[in-house]
């Protein structure tokens, strides 16, 4: 999504107010559990929806 807005990490961090390292780890799937006020502030600096980001993968414990 990052590529299709041609903006770096780094404006979407300043846009957002969360730190770099913070959106590094939600970008490489790194965390568990986002706060929806951060997934909102994001959906709004990408002008996109949480689908567009989001992607349902289940565990392999449910298997």
């Known amino acids: 999504m990052l590529a299709d ?3 770096a990490l780094n404006e ?3 846009r957002v107010q969360i ?4 959106l590094s780890s939600l970008n490489t799937g ?9 997934l909102n502030a994001i959906c709004r600096a ?3 929806q ?10 392999e414990a449910g298997k």
Do not use: Q
């Open 19 to 22: 730190s770099v390292v913070s």
């Open 12 to 14: 979407l961090a300043d």
């Open 50 to 59: 949480p689908g567009d980001l989001l992607e349902y993968v289940p565990d």
């Open 46 to 48: 990408l002008n996109c």
């Open 5 to 7: 807005r041609n903006m």
């Open 30 to 38: 790194k965390i568990e559990a986002i706060r929806l006020s951060t």
